[in-house]
């Protein structure tokens, strides 16, 4: 791909038009400030051959994208290069300080408010919304359907709907697939539901803020790098296993008070924070670098305190796990006839038995 078509792309994916856009990582002209947007880019912006600030937009831990080995390890080698950090959301800035005592600042996790927003004129559903990505691990797509199975097992008549991914992957209950999805159509499902469904296992993804945006209360899981951006009357945060996140979800599909409180609460917190907030956190903090100053060290402390959620693991959540919809095969001597017969003849044969 040329420049010149890279261009092109961009201005049809993004909406803007850069007059210079280039490909590669061999000459590069100096720049007064240079960015690393992955892992791999921050040792090349380390070894530029000219004066800059070297800067490191921090999208998610990328490290937790791989698995422990070289590819682990390179990736937090990347935040040693002496680069400054402007992390995405709150965890990655205590994250970085703690770990690796390195000094960042972040900006908020924000939504357009344009787009996620109550619309008047759709009725809530007795739903949930799951964004369901199988091609990416780390928003646990199995975890989530092993949860949604228990809530379609004890509640029946509630709808879940999947979206995010043209795989339709193995679900054994019943639901719809809505693939992938343009973002007022996002918008209207998250009007639609009682409640939404995301699972981050590293950073938190934008859509919990585009659901509370949109008046959606949320359940996610109780993890460390949850607890520093999420609002505790608008989210609930479950022990990451299917049965307490099937109980959080159950939690807010019963209680219809809760839930509106719950949503209510998502889209006064998201007010304070649409997309030109976080867009304008960013552009002071590079106007400070660039002016020679280093923005104040930020103490970041977690804003969710509660515990998590926790359903104890017991008998009584078996209906809707995996063991319901995979069967062991029969390997048996008889295993060639059809199901009813061979349930006769093992009758007769365990009946003859006793009575020998």
Sequence with gaps: MSGSSLRKTIRQMFGFD?????????????????????????????????????????????????????SYLMAENSYRYGLYPITIGRWMTAMLGRQFKVESTYFDFCADLGVYRRLPDVQREKAICFIYQPEKFR??????????????????????????????????????????????????????CTVGLCISATNPS?????????????????????????????????????ESLAKGLMERLSSQKGSEAGGQAGARFMQARPIEHGLEQFYSEVEMLL??????????????????????????????????????????????????????????????????
């Design 139 to 192: 928003r646990c797509p199995e975890l989530g359907i092993e949860a949604l199975g228990i809530v379609k097992h004890f509640m029946p008549e509630v709808k879940i709907y999947l979206y995010g991914s043209r795989s339709a992957g193995r679900v054994w209950f019943e639901h719809e697939n809505l693939g992938l999805l343009s973002l007022e159509a996002c918008n209207r499902l998250y009007n639609r």
């Design 291 to 356: 002016a020679g100053g280093k923005p104040p060290r930020r103490v970041v402390e977690p804003m969710y305190r509660q515990p998590g959620l926790v359903a104890e693991a017991s008998p009584q959540w078996a209906g809707g796990g995996a063991e319901t919809r995979m069967p062991l095969p029969d390997y048996g001597r008889l295993s060639f006839l059809p199901p009813a017969p061979r349930r006769v003849i093992r009758f007769l044969y365990y009946g003859l038995r006793r009575l020998l």
């Design 206 to 242: 934008r859509i919990p803020f585009e659901m509370m945006a949109a008046g959606l209360p949320v359940v996610e899981v109780y993890r460390e790098n949850t607890l520093y951006d999420f609002p505790e009357e608008a989210v609930l945060l479950c022990e990451p296993t299917p």
């Design 18 to 70: 850069f007059d210079d856009v280039r490909l590669g990582w061999t000459h590069v002209e100096p720049a007064e400030m240079v960015f690393a947007t992955i892992w791999y880019s921050a040792r090349f912006v380390r070894d530029l051959p000219f004066e800059t600030i070297r800067c490191y937009f921090v999208q998610d831990f990328e490290a937790q994208f791989n698995p422990m080995g070289d």
